[in-house]
Antibody, heavy 121, light 107 residues
Framework: QLQLQESGPGLVKPSETLSLTCTVS??????????WGWIRQPPGKGLEWIGD???????YYNPSLKSRVTISVDTSKNQFSLKVSSVTAADTAVYYC?????????????WGQGTLVTVCS | DIQMTQSPSSLSASVGDRVTITCRAS??????LNWYQQKPGKAPKVLIYAASSLQSGVPSRFSGRGSGTDFTLTISSLQPEDFATYYC?????????FGGGTKVEIK
């Protein structure tokens, strides 16, 4: 059964870079049938898609965050990562990693358990 | 960007009630619409994909309908474990976007 697990600092200072890693177990990140990505949810609010990556390195980003976001993949470690630069309090959220099919009809499944990142000095 | 609008934003219902949640897209998205359930402190899980297809393992009391711009999620007989927040999401175009959520509470 495929599982995703987020890891990274829970506290980041304003203006610094948020860095998270998602480790994939029970399957290969080199699947030609899936994208791997990130979604965030500020406390008490809704869901925002950040972006995703194909194992070859092709990326898709939400234009609202594109200038500050980098998603990368390490197939040797079966991991992918998220970096968000120049963070502010508005970036405080639970960050989820997820998988999405490359087929026409696609959806997010599975999801990681989520990790709370707080931006605070 | 395609805007997804859910209604109502919250509702109160009793066990056994039939509940319907609506999701409207700002432009036609054909059947590229998914529904998720989220319980407090947990990640969302997909219930319905492609507007009306039931994800494996999801109880048959959940159903989805619609195409174009208007969609519904129906719970035919609300169970205690169904009290949660529900989100719609379009997969028609990048950026992928979610509705604002509907919180289903116990009456």
């Amino acid at each position: 059964q495929l599982q995703l697990q987020e890891s990274g600092p829970g506290l980041v200072k304003p203006s610094e870079t948020l860095s998270l890693t998602c480790t994939v177990s029970g399957g290969s990140i080199s699947s030609s049938s899936h994208y791997w990505g990130w979604i965030r949810q500020p406390p008490g609010k809704g869901l925002e898609w950040i972006g995703d990556i194909y194992y070859s390195g092709t990326t898709y980003y939400n234009p609202s965050l594109k200038s500050r976001v980098t998603i990368s993949v390490d197939t040797s470690k079966n991991q992918f990562s998220l970096k968000v630069s120049s963070v502010t309090a508005a970036d405080t959220a639970v960050y989820y990693c997820e998988r999405r099919s490359t087929s026409g009809y696609n959806w997010f499944d599975p999801w990681g358990q989520g990790t709370l990142v707080t931006v605070c000095s | 960007d395609i805007q997804m609008t859910q209604s109502p934003s919250s509702l109160s219902a009793s066990v056994g009630d039939r509940v319907t949640i609506t999701c409207r897209a700002s432009q036609s998205i054909s059947s590229y619409l998914n529904w998720y359930q989220q319980k407090p402190g947990k990640a969302p899980k997909v219930l319905i994909y492609a507007a009306s297809s039931l994800q494996s393992g999801v109880p048959s009391r959940f159903s989805g309908r619609g195409s174009g711009t208007d969609f519904t999620l129906t719970i035919s007989s609300l169970q205690p474990e169904d009290f949660a927040t529900y989100y719609c999401q379009q997969s028609y175009s990048i950026p992928l976007t979610f509705g604002g959520g509907t919180k289903v509470e116990i009456k």
